[in-house]
């Protein structure tokens, strides 16, 4: 039924204005949802940056299908900030809280808790190879750090290296305590290895042991003495390489800016260091397929925590805090894994050791690189599980380092 304009003017002041919001938000409503539904509906491969948030927990489930032992995804809240702390790694123009994304493989009762970090440009589905066999003897708890992989990327507002190792630091903390997790096998990869020991130096009454494989960050520019990079960065490439890392311009923005074609691009990379290039065990087709597809879904997201590299390392991937200069303070036993061909140098854990009070071990993983439980899962979880014999008293020759496998 139609109300004439009289009969409209007649009505009271109230009621016509309570009307005509409602007719306002019901309009508003359906604009927003019809809006949302166009991008819905929207192929995502004709968006230029074709991903989101759900494509990520997507593929992460299409990778992990391979992984044979059940688990549990879930997005553990950490707040907004760790209460108390001096460094506000959380400022952020959203107070919104903040989520880091977890996969739980339950292992027998009463067995060992190994939690893992995967290391930079990385997600914890990069373990996928690694699940099945190590949830036969740990209960698994593999992370996506903040900013990274599932977990929310806030803004990254850290100006210096202390605030943004304590975006890591504090973080994970406020994750263990929402888990309620302690007196656990700490594992950790590259920069996931960095930050694994600068938490074990920090907390170190979590933490029972301690496993760095390819950990980033040993060394120093000074302490190493590279000349040949300080001659490479005289060149002319040299120094506009050297001034792309001071503006932190990251990998990722090369993936997002090529928009839909990124993903061609990761194919490519995934195709080439883990297929024709690898130093071991190539993935199969459908192994690189997924792991293609969860790799540019985690690289093409919203920046985020990758904008911590700058602070953290100078060009050449360069430690500006090394963890050589605190070996004297661990207090964890460590065992440091590296694959045979890995560009992270086991030298640097060598010099540690010398100062380091607290049992220490370097093991190195035949026909591997940077990426040694991609490249010989099974020669790399040999090495896992020798570092962790104490666990594992009742096994026979457990104190035996596994044949192929080299002491150093």
């Known amino acids: 039924m139609r109300i004439g304009l009289r009969r409209w003017s007649k009505l009271p002041r109230d009621l016509v204005s309570k009307m005509s919001e409602e007719i306002s938000s019901s309009a508003a409503t359906t604009t927003a949802a019809a809006a949302a539904k166009r991008r819905s509906l929207w192929p995502s491969v004709l968006r230029w940056i074709p991903t989101s948030t759900d494509h990520i927990i997507a593929s992460e489930k299409r990778l992990l299908s391979v992984v044979k032992t059940p688990y549990v995804q879930e997005q553990v809240n950490i707040g907004s900030g760790p209460p108390g702390s001096r460094v506000r790694w959380f400022r952020s123009a959203s107070d919104e809280p903040r989520f880091i994304n977890t996969v739980t493989f339950d292992g027998k009762e009463g067995a060992p808790t190994l939690v893992m970090v995967h290391g930079y440009g990385a997600s914890q589905g990069f373990f996928f190879r690694n699940f099945d066999a190590l949830a036969a003897r740990f209960k ?96 002319w490439k040299g120094a506009i390489l050297n001034h792309l890392w001071e503006s932190n311009f990251t990998p990722q923005k090369i993936v997002r800016g090529l928009g839909p074609w990124g993903p061609d691009l990761v194919r490519k990379y995934t195709s080439a260091r883990f297929g024709s290039y690898s130093d071991g065990n190539i993935l199969n087709e459908d192994e690189s397929r997924l792991l293609t597809d969860y790799i540019y879904h985690t690289l093409a997201a919203k920046a985020s925590g990758e904008l911590c590299l700058k602070y953290i390392f100078s060009f050449g991937a360069f430690a500006r805090k090394p963890l050589l200069q605190c070996a004297s303070e661990w207090k964890v036993p460590t065992t440091f894994i590296y694959g045979h061909q890995d560009w992270m140098n086991y030298q640097g854990a060598q010099e540690a050791r010398k100062q380091m009070k607290v049992p220490c071990e370097i093991i190195r993983v035949p026909q591997a690189g940077h990426f040694v439980f991609i490249d010989n899962p099974n020669e790399f979880l040999s090495a896992v599980f020798y570092g962790c014999r104490k666990f594992f008293p009742h096994e026979q020759d457990s104190n035996n380092l596994p044949e192929g496998l080299q002491s150093v």
């Not at 890591?168 to 656990?184: C, G, M, P, T, Y």
């Not at 760095?212 to 040949?228: D, I, M, N």
């Open 140 to 235: 698994v708890v593999a992370i996506d750090q903040l900013g990274w992989g599932g977990s929310s990327r806030p803004d990254f507002t850290c100006k210096s290296t202390e605030e943004t190792e304590a975006w890591f630091i504090d973080s994970f903390e406020e994750w263990r305590k929402a888990k309620n997790l302690s007196n656990f096998v700490l594992l950790g990869h590259s920069f996931g290895g960095y930050v694994a020991a600068k938490y074990a130096l920090k907390h170190p009454e979590h933490v029972q042991h301690l496993i760095l494989v390819g950990p980033a960050g040993f060394t120093s520019e000074t302490e190493h003495r590279s000349e040949w990079l300080t001659r490479f960065r005289a060149t």
